[in-house]
């Protein structure tokens, strides 16, 4: 049982490149998120999605976009990136909002 | 409004000594609350959940919390310390959407 994975797990980008980091999910799980985690700053959410084909913007949305085309998969992209984006990026899921979450177990992410 | 609020950054006890991490929180309607755990370069792991009827819940490696509805409060605790409890701790509420609060950073000294 995967739970959710991450790729990559470490990733070094220039000012102005772009990535997208992979989640994927096995457990049918509705609900999906992304956050970042800087140090003594908690996780903030940059979008999270009820289902296929629906996708919203967190509290932190600016220079990243979403897609959700499956159930599954849940990529976060990053267009032009600044060294502002320079972060830990942890996907997680959840069935619903009773439960939880299952996190990943993160993309570790410099920008240079 | 919806948050959640950790009293103290960074906590350090002795081994065998009690584990009180903090935590406060508003909600308007009622509250989901979570302790998740985050080991070094890992991601987060659900330590324990309240959602309706027992208020005092138990979680795993020993640790529970007591929702405390006229303090607003669902502080964690673990009677006895041990070396692989050192972690980063975030308590997290559900609304209309996940509210984590900024992390308990505990040390265990031996």
């Known amino acids: 049982n995967a739970g959710v994975t991450q790729t990559p797990k470490f990733r070094i980008l220039k000012i102005g490149q772009s990535m997208t980091l992979q989640c994927t999910q096995d457990?049918?799980?509705?609900?999906m998120y992304w956050y970042r985690q800087d140090p003594g700053m908690g996780l903030k959410l940059i979008y999270y999605?009820?289902?296929?084909?629906?996708?919203d913007k967190g509290e932190v949305p600016n220079g990243y976009n979403v897609s959700r085309s499956t159930t599954e998969d849940f990529p976060l992209r990053l267009e032009l990136a600044a060294p502002s984006q320079t972060s830990v990026y942890f996907c997680a899921s959840s069935l619903d909002r009773v439960n939880g979450y299952t996190f990943g177990s993160g993309t570790r992410l410099t920008v240079v | 409004a919806q948050s959640v609020t950790q009293l103290g950054s960074h906590v350090s006890v002795s081994e065998g000594a009690l584990v009180l991490l903090r935590c406060n929180y508003s909600s308007s309607v009622p509250p989901y609350l979570f302790w998740y755990v985050q080991y070094p370069n890992q991601g987060l792991q659900l330590l324990l959940k309240y959602t309706t009827g027992a208020t005092l819940v138990k979680g795993i490696n020993g640790f529970e919390a007591e929702f405390k509805k006229s303090e607003t409060s669902f502080h964690l605790t673990k009677p006895s310390a041990h070396m692989s409890d050192a972690a980063e701790y975030f308590c997290a509420l559900t609304g209309n959407q996940f509210y984590f609060g900024t992390g308990t950073s505990l040390t265990v000294i031996p």
């Open positions: 457990m049918n799980h509705n609900y």
């Open positions: 999605s009820v289902g296929a084909g629906i996708t």
